[in-house]
């Protein structure tokens, strides 16, 4: 199995930027899919950002898109999210996921592995 863990979270203004990382354990990083979901208070878990086994495929959840980018640097077994034009909503715990295999973008219930969660907080 992999172990994710995420870093790079923390209290930042409306319009700032934050780079989330994920590092995985294990020789087989490259092999799974590597997804972003976020969850507020109250809410149901959210997909964010997904990118395939190479880095050579991304999908975005429409309230991210031209804001947010994820990539991946496999000689690292990192994901990142780079944050950038950061608002309010999206304060949130955001989680790393790793699927074995091509998943339905936006079902987690898809993704096999999971990290415990790093907190964002944009302030206005």
């Known amino acids: 199995q992999v172990q994710l863990v995420e870093s790079g979270g923390g209290l930042v203004q409306a319009g700032g930027s934050l780079r989330l990382s994920c590092v995985a354990s294990g020789r087989t990083f490259s092999n799974y899919y590597m997804g972003w979901f976020r969850q507020a208070p109250g809410k149901e878990r959210e997909f964010v950002a997904t990118?395939?086994?190479?880095?050579?495929?991304?999908y975005y959840t429409d309230s991210v898109k031209g804001r947010f980018t994820i990539s991946r640097d496999n000689a690292k077994n990192t994901v990142y999210l780079q944050m950038n034009s950061l608002k309010p909503e999206d304060t949130a715990v955001y989680y790393c996921?790793?699927?074995?295999?091509?998943?339905?973008?936006?079902?987690?219930?898809?993704?096999?592995?999971w990290g415990q969660g790093t907190q964002v907080t944009v302030s206005s």
């Open positions: 996921a790793a699927s074995r295999k091509r998943p339905r973008v936006a079902a987690a219930n898809d993704y096999d592995y």
């Open positions: 990118i395939s086994y190479s880095g050579g495929s991304t």
